[in-house]
């Protein structure tokens, strides 16, 4: 007969809220001024100035144990909205080279058509060159037009 195992429970690594490094705040007890990377992001600025995270938004589990320091990865890292800078705007140079980079992941090697999505580096193709299988005319953009100048 088979020995059953004693289930070992894994040590919480539990620090004391008045010992945290960084003030801890709760969802909707934020205060003004400190918001999250996402939110400066929905903003259009960057973090700019911020040299790291000033304050920590809990995660909503932790919201129910107050005396403790909130350890798990879905807490919230907050940002000084002041120290923000406003997005950087790519030159049409750089604008070019992405749309050249994304035209070369969206196109079939086979028929030359542009796909409105990337294609598989794994076929190499579009599936309709690949198997047989139609392809819907609103999903790709028509090849261009080969032109010979004659000479």
Known sequence: MARRRKKRRREANRVARSEAMLPEYDRG???????TRRTLRDMGLSPGDNEGPVAILR?????????????????????????????????????????QAMAARQTCGDCGRRFHFCLSKKLGCCLECHDGTPADPSTYTAAPAT?????
Not at 29 to 35: H, M, N, S, Y
Not at 74 to 81: A, K, P, Q, S
Request: charged fraction near 25%; aromatic fraction near 4%; proline fraction near 9%.
């Open 29 to 35: 007890a934020v205060p003004e001024g400190l918001v």
């Open 59 to 99: 995660c909503r589990l932790c919201a129910t144990r107050p005396q403790w320091s909130c350890r798990h990865p879905t807490r919230g890292f907050l940002l000084r909205v002041d120290l923000a800078v406003p997005k950087r705007v790519p030159t049409l140079a750089q604008e070019l080279a992405l749309d």
């Open 147 to 151: 032109h010979r100048l004659a000479a």
